[in-house]
């Protein structure tokens, strides 16, 4: 069984920052991509960033020049450091990660950025 553990979530003022953790466990192998969603009040989940086993990153538009997202690949960790942040980037945050030749997908908790204007 694989479980992903987030944290870093919290409430910041408008161009604050913070840095989300997620670390996964389990009998996971062979990640080929670890990423972050989130999802507001009324809207639907969407991707925010993702990073591919060969270290090449996707970004939403919205988040590119402000947001970062990394591994530690020997430990199964991913980060999200968000900086210049915005009441819109205000919502529950997801990791996800695909692995394995079948691409099980497998998603975290949440956890809940909440950012004041």
């Known amino acids: 069984q694989v479980q992903l553990v987030e944290s870093g979530g919290g409430l910041v003022q408008a161009g604050g920052s913070l840095r989300l953790s997620c670390t996964a466990s389990?009998?996971?192998?062979?990640?080929?991509?670890m990423g972050w969603y989130r999802q507001a009040p009324g809207k639907q989940r969407e991707l925010v960033a993702a990073i591919a086993s060969g270290g090449s990153t996707t970004y939403a538009d919205s988040v590119k020049g402000r947001f970062t997202i990394s591994r530690d690949s020997a430990k199964n960790k991913v980060y999200l450091q968000m900086n210049s942040l915005k009441p819109e980037d205000t919502a529950v945050y997801y990791c996800n990660v695909v692995f394995g030749v079948l691409r099980h997908e497998v998603w975290g908790q949440g956890t809940l950025v909440t950012v004041s204007s």
């Open positions: 389990g009998s996971i192998y062979s990640i080929k991509t």
